[in-house]
């Protein structure tokens, strides 16, 4: 049976109108679904802070602090080298001589390493008294070697203005001779050097332990 025109018209009028809706829903799907990609993908990325640059060193000294740079020695080291020698060829000489010796020509070497005050010129000197007539009977003869052990204090008094003194443990082994039997005996002293004008002067030492000998208010120790 043939449906009347009137209700043709209407049954196409309802098609088109649920076509068109149709069209309208997909394209409101197409949108959206492509706004929530962009969002998840492009926002993210966007958000997302930059990796910070750990263990950047701006300063250029390897310490991650710009600017901060190494404390500066107060004694380098060739100063060091320099205060050793002094220190063990002293050490050394003040243990050798033999029955000829004499003040006069034997002393002034060892004073020329020392900074030549009062006490260090009371110390620099030969056996004397009966320990030396025994010496000159007997054709005694000594000799000493010296050696460094290891640093004691390194300092730079800023406040007496004595300078930079490098004090140190020398092992002093000294080989007599008298009467021809030989001893060898071995101490061990704190000597100290002192910085004066660039030499390295020894300005006091004593028995490790036991007391200054050559000390004095102004050299430092």
Avoid at 175 to 204: C, H, I, N, Q, Y
Wanted: hydrophobic fraction near 40%; charge should be negative; aromatic fraction near 4%.
């Amino acid at each position: 049976m043939e449906l009347p025109a009137e209700n043709k018209r209407a049954a196409l009028l309802a098609l088109a109108t649920l076509g068109v809706l149709l069209v309208a829903v997909l394209t409101v799907f197409t949108v959206f679904d492509g706004d929530d990609e962009q969002s998840g993908n492009g926002g993210a990325v966007a958000s997302s802070p930059a990796p910070a640059n750990q263990g950047e060193d701006t300063g250029g000294t390897g310490t991650g602090r710009p600017g901060a740079a190494a404390a500066t020695p107060i004694v380098s080291v060739p100063e060091l080298v320099r205060a050793h020698a002094v220190m063990t060829q002293y050490m050394a000489g003040l243990n050798t001589y033999d029955h000829n010796s004499s003040t006069a020509t034997w002393d002034a070497p060892l004073l020329a390493m020392t900074t030549g005050e009062l006490q260090m010129k009371q110390a620099t000197v030969l056996p004397s008294g009966k320990q030396w007539a025994k010496c000159e009977a007997e054709n005694c003869s000594s000799k000493g070697t010296a050696l460094v052990v290891r640093d004691a204090v390194i300092s730079d008094d800023l406040v007496r203005g004595s300078g930079r003194t490098v004090s140190s443990l020398v092992k002093v082994t000294t080989t007599r001779v008298s009467a021809g039997k030989s001893t060898t005996e071995t101490d061990e002293w704190l000597v100290s050097a002192k910085d004066s004008g660039g030499e390295w002067l020894v300005s006091g030492f004593n028995v490790f332990g036991l007391g200054d000998v050559g000390a004095s208010a102004d050299s430092g120790e």
